[in-house]
């Protein structure tokens, strides 16, 4: 075979670039890829003072994105924009791996393993000013899910949680995209929770253990059978929820956020507005569940059936407390059999006590109470805008 003059030249050329361009090189900045960080990948963080976008496989090994990228391949030598998914199961799944950093938007389109025994984060951090990621469910699974060895904690930060679903998932018909079902530690900072469906606790189903959600925002998740369109907490499972936002989620019977049989939670700085269920308590049911309010509004909030009862909030109490205090305030919220259902509160049990802060319920408010709950009027506390956060 005849080949042109100095053609020879250029294949020993370009056989010389393919063996250097395998070789490590320090990662890229700002290339848009996913990183995973594990104990030997921080460690060498530390020591070399690499930058945020520096890339550590599983096993702590560093690789060159815009190498990668030149070749049509990511580290493990996989097609790019195909594995996001793998490599998220592989660092839940892997003991060493503690959180998972995602500079792009990403699909989940089968079930991920439930993580167990380890304290793990995933976080966002796209865009030119590290914002949100997308992680979509595509309404093929569901999201999270937790096991029962002891120290398991999600954290999740700075994502979008979008059209996760409980069909072909590992959760049964409950907490579409995250399931804490046998206790555990969750963390929520700067999410957005946005059309997922469940059977109930679309957005977040924890139970046992404990939750603390900060600055999120939980927007038309629906619950399809029972309670809970954002969020459901059950079984003792005690929370903190600060300035965050429940808007247009909706739930056939329970709350667009439902707490019940034990526990505690307590919410400041909450907006609920425009939620909507069948029967009990619009915006939040509470069943048997300490729980606080502090300058937290309640909005447009509805319960629709004609049997409803609490338009904004529900409490069926026997032996917890409920409390309203710190500017925490009620408007249009909506139920069809006023005033005996209660268009902003209704109460009801055996047990318990709902306590308001200010000296008064305050004349604007609708409240309808019933059955033997003591209910009390008491001074705000002295300083409302540093209240202490309770223990988890």
Same mark, same amino acid.
């Given at each position: 075979?005849?080949?042109?003059?100095?053609?020879?030249?250029?294949?020993?050329?370009?056989?010389?670039?393919?063996?250097?361009?395998?070789?490590?090189?320090?990662?890229?900045?700002?290339?848009?890829?996913?990183?995973?960080?594990?104990?030997?990948?921080?460690?060498?963080?530390?020591?070399?003072?690499?930058?945020?976008?520096?890339?550590?496989?599983?096993?702590?090994?560093?690789?060159?994105?815009?190498?990668?990228?030149?070749?049509?391949?990511?580290?493990?030598?996989?097609?790019?924009?195909?594995?996001?998914?793998?490599?998220?199961?592989?660092?839940?799944a892997d003991p060493k791996v503690s959180f998972f950093v995602l500079q792009k938007n990403m699909a989940i389109l089968s079930?991920?393993?439930?993580?167990?025994?380890?304290?793990?984060?995933?976080?966002?951090?796209?865009g030119s000013e590290g914002g949100r990621c997308v992680i979509k469910g595509g309404r093929k699974t569901n999201g999270f899910?937790?096991?029962?060895?002891?120290?398991?904690?999600?954290?999740?930060?700075?994502?979008?949680?979008?059209?996760?679903?409980?069909?072909?998932?590992?959760?049964?018909?409950?907490?579409?995209?995250?399931?804490?079902?046998?206790?555990?530690?969750?963390?929520?900072?700067?999410?957005?929770?946005?059309?997922?469906?469940?059977?109930? !606790?679309?957005? %977040?189903? =924890?139970?046992?253990? /404990?939750?603390?959600?900060?600055?999120?925002? +939980? #927007?038309? $998740?629906? &619950?399809?059978?029972?309670?809970?369109?954002?969020?459901?907490?059950?079984?003792?499972?005690?929370?903190?929820?600060?300035?965050?936002?429940?808007?247009?989620?909706?739930?056939?019977?329970?709350?667009?956020?439902?707490?019940?049989?034990?526990?505690?939670?307590?919410?400041?700085?909450?907006?609920?507005?425009?939620?909507?269920?069948?029967?009990? !308590?619009?915006? %939040?049911? =509470?069943?048997?569940? /300490?729980?606080?309010?502090?300058?937290?509004? +309640? #909005?447009? $909030?509805? &319960?629709?059936?004609?049997?409803?009862?609490?338009?904004?909030?529900?409490?069926?109490?026997?032996?917890?407390?409920?409390?309203?205090?710190?500017?925490?305030?009620?408007?249009?919220?909506?139920?069809?059999?006023?005033?005996?259902?209660?268009?902003?509160?209704?109460?009801?049990?055996?047990?318990?006590?709902?306590?308001?802060?200010?000296?008064?319920?305050?004349?604007?408010?609708?409240?309808?109470? /019933?059955?033997?709950?003591?209910?009390?009027?008491?001074?705000?506390?002295?300083?409302?805008?540093?209240?202490?956060?309770?223990?988890?």
């Amino acid at each position: 075979m005849c080949w042109p003059r100095g053609t020879c030249c250029l294949l020993v050329w370009l056989a010389a670039m393919a063996v250097v361009i395998f070789v490590p090189l320090p990662a890229a900045r700002g290339e848009d890829t996913t990183l995973v960080r594990g104990e030997k990948g921080e460690k060498e963080e530390e020591e070399e003072g690499a930058g945020t976008a520096a890339g550590y496989g599983a096993r702590g090994g560093r690789y060159d994105h815009t190498v990668s990228r030149f070749l049509g391949l990511n580290e493990d030598g996989d097609p790019l924009g195909s594995t996001d998914e793998k490599k998220l199961a592989e660092a839940i799944a892997d003991p060493k791996v503690s959180f998972f950093v995602l500079q792009k938007n990403m699909a989940i389109l089968s079930p991920l393993p439930i993580l167990s025994g380890k304290k793990f984060s995933v976080i966002g951090n796209c865009g030119s000013e590290g914002g949100r990621c997308v992680i979509k469910g595509g309404r093929k699974t569901n999201g999270f899910v937790t096991g029962d060895a002891a120290g398991t904690t999600l954290i999740l930060q700075d994502l979008e949680m979008v059209g996760f679903t409980t069909a072909n998932s590992t959760s049964g018909n409950t907490g579409a995209a995250v399931f804490i079902p046998l206790g555990g530690h969750l963390v929520v900072h700067n999410c957005l929770f946005w059309s997922n469906r469940a059977g109930a !606790g679309a957005g %977040i189903h =924890i139970r046992r253990g /404990s939750y603390k959600i900060s600055h999120s925002q +939980f #927007v038309d $998740n629906v &619950a399809e059978v029972l309670g809970g369109g954002a969020i459901l907490a059950d079984g003792g499972a005690r929370g903190i929820v600060t300035g965050t936002k429940f808007h247009k989620n909706r739930a056939p019977r329970m709350g667009a956020a439902f707490v019940g049989i034990g526990g505690t939670v307590s919410f400041t700085t909450v907006e609920f507005k425009s939620n909507e269920v069948g029967f009990f !308590g619009g915006a %939040i049911s =509470i069943n048997d569940v /300490s729980a606080t309010f502090l300058n937290t509004s +309640f #909005v447009s $909030n509805s &319960a629709k059936e004609a049997m409803a009862k609490g338009g904004a909030v529900r409490i069926l109490s026997r032996s917890a407390n409920t409390t309203f205090c710190c500017d925490t305030s009620f408007s249009h919220n909506t139920c069809p059999q006023e005033p005996d259902a209660g268009n902003d509160i209704h109460i009801s049990g055996d047990g318990g006590e709902v306590r308001f802060c200010g000296g008064a319920i305050p004349p604007q408010w609708h409240v309808k109470i /019933s059955g033997n709950v003591i209910v009390t009027t008491v001074p705000d506390t002295p300083d409302c805008t540093h209240e202490p956060e309770p223990e988890l």
